[in-house]
């Protein structure tokens, strides 16, 4: 009865017979609840870890792939650079041959002409041996 009367005014025993001003299931929960509180923090405190390393290493590997992604445009371009310059070659190398060409052309000419003054000149010589 003294019970009920405590309880009406908001007052309990706890199991070491303290008085309290919460009931015993109560406070109880709220323990069971703090304790609960207490490892989700503890648990979201890992979990924050494990997405900053994760993050880091995001990071890191962006970083690795930025710097391969430079170095491939890098060697595309010196690539372009390579064949433009080949291009060039050939064609100064084309311009060559076909200058060579004309040289040759030009020298089988001069050949022909020279074959045919030296004939011309053997046969006056011949000629000239014959009258004697």
Avoid: Y
Avoid at 37 to 56: M, Y
Avoid at 66 to 95: C, D, F, M, V
């Amino acid at each position: 009865m003294a019970d009920e009367a405590l309880a009406r005014a908001g007052l309990h025993f706890d199991e070491f017979n303290k008085i309290r001003v919460l009931e015993p299931e109560v406070a109880q929960q709220t323990k069971e609840l703090k304790e609960e509180c207490k490892e989700f923090v503890e648990k979201i405190g890992d979990f924050q870890k494990i997405v900053g390393t994760f993050i880091d290493m995001v990071d890191s590997v962006a970083k690795e792939v930025e710097k391969e992604k430079i170095k491939a445009l890098g060697a595309r371009n010196l690539l372009k650079s390579i064949t433009k310059q080949r291009e060039a070659q050939q064609q100064q190398l084309q311009a060559l041959i076909t200058e060579k060409k004309m040289q040759l052309e030009r020298l089988r000419i001069q050949q022909d002409a020279l074959l045919k003054e030296e004939a011309s000149q053997n046969e006056f010589i011949d000629q000239l041996i014959l009258q004697k």
